[in-house]
């Protein structure tokens, strides 16, 4: 799945419809319903759901950049493995995180907005 926390709300980024989705603890693990998950079956396929969801960020130009991302963006890749010998799985996560505001602070203007997503942002981790 690919997320993006845009002022401390949560979007799905697979779909274009943006709405507010919500974030559930459950046993420590974080949860949340209606995030559209997809079967990826091939490196392409991953690369292409990457690049549909860019196009649903949140931007907006800045001093520095013309096309700069004002949401934090969050992918979510399960990763199963199966032995053929054996017939065992195994199960992991990997989840990828691209920080807003990556571009020189001081040079943009954005340094109040940025430190607000950068509380927003560490708020949410530290519930993980």
């Known amino acids: 799945n690919l997320s993006e926390i845009y002022n401390e709300e949560t979007y799905d980024l697979l779909t274009e419809k943006k709405e507010k989705l919500q974030i559930r603890f459950t046993d420590n693990i974080a949860v949340t319903p209606n995030l559209r998950v997809c079967k990826i079956e091939s490196p392409n ?8 969801a860019r196009k649903n960020r949140i931007t907006a130009a800045t001093s520095a950049n013309e096309r700069s991302s004002r949401s934090h963006s969050v992918f979510r890749l399960n990763i199963i493995g199966k032995c053929v010998q054996t017939n065992e799985s ?15 602070i001081l040079s ?3 340094e109040k907005i940025y430190l607000s997503f950068k ?4 708020k949410q981790k530290k519930n993980f």
């Not at 195994?90 to 020189?104: I, K, P, Q, T």
């Not at 509380?119 to 560490?122: I, K, N």
């Open 108 to 110: 943009t203007g954005l």
């Open 45 to 52: 396929m991953a690369l292409q759901l990457l690049a549909y």
């Open 90 to 104: 195994v199960n992991g996560m990997l989840s990828l995180v691209d920080l807003a505001g990556s571009e020189r």
């Open 119 to 122: 509380s927003s942002f560490y």
